[in-house]
């Protein structure tokens, strides 16, 4: 599970900032979420971006496609445990977001692909600073699946989509329906 690879905090996806508020459609719901799909691609990186209704997680597939997408289950949970052992794992915040994504963090050879540690921050993503993403913890990669938790500032709306090789999970700041 550990070893080298790329992560990052997506300059490039922050959302530049007019000064006004705009409106922002916060319609998710605060649920569970499934996409049923079955993917033997890996992990690559994990990142993170700020907008000016959301905060966004984007987690990258290597050679994942449109028509071969990832499994995803994502849902608010009370406390998180590590798949395979069920040791708990803190997270920060006042709410638990823990993701689950059909993409192992290492290839079908045994080598690494996406560096995350077991209980540790994600390797690169930093979030201070963030309207609602507090902290963000590495659970495992069990089984063809990596188990993220993201420690959020409340249960707050969210959606899961994908796209071209990218699972991308968005938080919203408020469930009104300004930010």
């Known amino acids: 599970m550990a070893g080298a690879g790329l992560a990052g905090t997506a300059g490039a996806a922050q959302a530049a ?3 006004t508020s705009a409106a922002c459609a916060t319609g998710w719901g605060s649920g569970e ?5 079955s993917s033997a691609k890996p992990l690559v990186n994990i990142r993170t971006g700020q907008h000016e ?9 290597k050679g994942a496609t449109a028509a071969d997408k990832a499994f995803v289950w994502a849902g608010y949970v009370d406390a998180m445990y590590q ?3 069920g040791d708990p794992i803190p997270v920060n915040g006042g709410a638990i977001l823990e993701i689950h994504v059909g993409a192992a963090s290492y290839s079908q050879s045994g080598g690494t692909t996406y560096p995350g540690k077991v209980g540790q921050q994600l390797p690169g993503v930093d979030v201070s600073g963030y309207k609602t993403f507090q902290d963000t913890r590495f659970g495992s990669s069990f089984e063809g699946e990596t188990q993220i ?3 959020v500032r409340a249960r707050l709306p969210f959606r899961v989509s994908q796209s071209e090789g990218k699972v991308i999970v968005d ?3 408020s469930w009104n329906s300004a930010s």
């Open 17 to 19: 900032t007019t000064g």
């Open 33 to 37: 979420k499934t996409e049923s799909f």
């Open 53 to 61: 209704c959301y905060d966004r997680m984007v987690f990258d597939i």
């Open 83 to 85: 798949n395979g052992s």
């Open 149 to 151: 938790g993201v420690g």
């Open 171 to 173: 938080v919203a700041h």
